[in-house]
């Protein structure tokens, strides 16, 4: 088993930045795409950012030039910093990675609001 565990979200004002971690343990063999998605209320669940093993990253175009993602492969995790931030960021953001099969964490809370 897979277990992601997010941590870093809270309550920021408009402006402000947040930095949202996230680390696999369990049975890690070999993570492919790390990266992070979010679900604000009544809407569907989105990609913001991916990154691959490379390092190539792609960004949803509502965040470009405002977040960025970043991956410590040995340590088996993906950093989202998120700067200039608005209340249409406020969101659950989710951690995903895949690893033969996307595996998912619980979430982490990210509100704007002043």
């Known amino acids: 088993q897979v277990q992601l565990v997010e941590s870093g979200g809270g309550l920021v004002q408009p402006g402000g930045s947040l930095r949202l971690s996230c680390v696999a343990s369990?049975?890690?063999?070999?993570?492919?795409?790390m990266g992070w998605y979010r679900q604000a209320p009544g809407k569907e669940r989105e990609l913001v950012a991916v990154?691959?093993?490379?390092?190539?990253?792609k960004y949803a175009d509502s965040v470009k030039g405002r977040f960025t993602i970043s991956r410590v492969t040995a340590k088996n995790t993906v950093y989202l910093q998120m700067s200039s931030l608005s209340p249409e960021d406020t969101a659950v953001y989710y951690c995903?990675?895949?690893?033969?099969?996307?595996?998912w964490g619980q979430g982490t809370q990210v509100t704007v609001s002043s």
């Open positions: 369990g049975f890690i063999v070999k993570i492919n795409d």
């Open positions: 995903h990675m895949d690893q033969y099969r996307p595996y």
């Open positions: 990154i691959t093993t490379s390092g190539t990253t």
